[in-house]
């Protein structure tokens, strides 16, 4: 069984930044893809973001490439979303996702969820 507990979310301006963190329980989360999904009022929860549990790859969607970065430090059993460059329309609540075979691309995929963070940027 793993946890998952997002934080980092907030209010920022359009043109700013944040960094989402995902806190991990249980040891065996070096083993799994940890991935960073969105959703907004009314849609379905988009794919953000992965890496795999090697860490040696990692996948973005294209509305967030070259502006979102993950990574992971497994000795501190967490998982970040670096957000630069935000636009009013990465405003959502960010979910934290691990999977235990395979990379975390896809909503069917995902083992475990995180309960949300909010990401809010005003224009």
């Known amino acids: 069984q793993v946890q998952l507990v997002e934080s980092g979310g907030g209010l920022v301006q359009a043109g700013g930044s944040l960094r989402l963190s995902c806190a991990a329980s249980g040891r065996t989360f070096s083993t799994y893809s940890m991935g960073w999904f969105r959703q907004t009022p009314g849609k379905e929860r988009d794919f953000v973001g992965a890496m795999t549990w090697t860490g040696d790859s990692t996948y973005y969607a294209d509305s967030v490439k070259g502006r979102f970065t993950i990574s992971r430090d497994n000795a501190k059993n967490t998982v970040y979303l670096q957000m630069n460059s935000l636009t009013p329309e990465d405003t959502a609540v960010y979910y934290c996702?691990?999977?235990?075979?395979?990379?975390?691309?896809?909503?069917?995929?995902?083992?475990?969820w995180g309960q949300g963070t909010q990401v809010t940027v005003s224009s």
């Open positions: 996702a691990a999977r235990m075979s395979g990379t975390a691309l896809a909503v069917p995929t995902i083992d475990y």
